[in-house]
């Protein structure tokens, strides 16, 4: 019965620095972004990153945070990179732990992935989706580069942690990196996403380049700030 009951699944949600939350520009920002794209912010799910972050032990504070997101049609639903004392709070407020070095009991911290010349590269093999990816279908390529050989619906979400490839229009989102792999590339023969995130960066619809719409790209991580390129 349990197995039936309790099963695994991916969720894109956004991270937001919990810094960031006492910044009045943010605000201001924030609310640009949800203008231009009122459908993709409305009630999307936010992690609360308190890396580095002093405050965040009381209870209040969080709901104060959740508060400040709500404004923005944005639900929090949890935390990560924790001090004891803020997942204690956090607990407390009703929030989860999405920390993978979170101070949780049976959970050993996570060690940080390196880069050399010589590493190994995240998605050693590749996932082939042949048929058209239908609006509100989620496809996930764990540990792979995905490659899809037809259109991407409005909808549909398709995510790699490796490198994406899509030989069609995409016109759904694409979050390649999904593991963190910041090398990671999307490849489309025909831009016209909704979202394209990489290693967690991400650009809405509205922010791509209006002179790259429709025509074959590539998009990847330069100076950690997303760059369309026309292929």
């Given at each position: ?15 937001v620095r919990a810094g960031l939350l006492r910044d009045p520009v943010f605000e201001t920002e924030l609310a640009e972004q949800i203008r231009l794209s ?133 016109r759904g989102r694409a979050l390649a990196g999904a593991g963190g792999d910041v090398d990671a590339r999307i490849f ?44």
């Amino acid at each position: 019965m349990a197995g039936n009951l309790v099963q695994g699944a991916v969720f894109t949600v956004m991270v937001v620095r919990a810094g960031l939350l006492r910044d009045p520009v943010f605000e201001t920002e924030l609310a640009e972004q949800i203008r231009l794209s009122p459908r993709f912010f409305l009630n999307a799910p936010v992690v609360l990153d308190l890396k580095d972050a002093a405050e965040f032990t009381r209870e209040a504070e969080f709901a104060e945070a959740r508060e400040i997101l709500r404004r923005h049609t944005l639900s929090l639903i949890g935390v990560q990179n924790t001090a004891p004392a803020q997942l204690e709070a956090a607990a407390g407020a009703g929030l989860a732990s999405f920390a993978p070095n979170a101070p949780q009991p049976g959970r050993s911290p996570a060690r940080e992935p390196t880069r050399s010349a010589s590493a190994t590269p995240m998605a050693a093999k590749t996932r082939l989706v042949t048929q058209p990816v239908r609006s509100g279908t989620q496809i996930y390529a764990r540990g792979a580069d995905l490659v899809v050989t037809a259109a991407v619906s409005p909808g549909a979400e398709i995510i790699a942690d490796g490198n994406i490839h899509v030989y069609g229009a995409l016109r759904g989102r694409a979050l390649a990196g999904a593991g963190g792999d910041v090398d990671a590339r999307i490849f489309c023969s025909r831009l016209e996403a909704e979202l394209v995130s990489i290693a967690g960066r991400y650009l809405v619809s509205e922010q791509l380049p209006s002179e790259q719409q429709g025509f074959p790209v590539q998009i990847a991580l330069v100076d950690e700030r997303l760059t369309v390129t026309r292929n």
